[in-house]
């Protein structure tokens, strides 16, 4: 038997920040970080470009989609890349389906 580690997440889910978290720029380290109760995260480049897009208005498909047409960027491997953060980023409870 195995143990769900986060909602099942698909490009049609809606992505949205849990109560609490929010993506914050820390103007004199010029860094993203997430910061969240009692916790943060420095979110790198990628993360950041992603977590800029999430508004509990867009689906994943359309995030994806931005972001292959932003950088010129093969949408399958945008794609994995977004669904792997995102998922992580759930399990961790920072992100939400909307």
Do not use: N
């Not at 580690?5 to 997430?34: N, Q, S």
């Not at 950088?71 to 399990?91: K, N, W």
């Amino acid at each position: 038997m195995t143990e769900s580690t986060g909602p099942t997440l698909c490009e049609t889910t809606v992505p949205r920040f849990a109560r609490g978290p929010r993506l914050h720029y820390d103007r004199v380290r010029e860094v993203w970080f997430i910061q969240a109760p009692e916790r943060a995260f420095h979110a790198d480049a990628i993360a950041a470009e992603i977590l800029q897009l999430v508004d509990g208005t867009r689906p994943l498909h359309t995030i994806i989609d931005l972001l292959a047409e932003k950088f010129a960027a093969p949408r399958a491997v945008i794609a994995q890349d977004v669904l792997a953060m995102v998922a992580e980023l759930a399990t961790k409870q920072v992100l939400l389906p909307a």
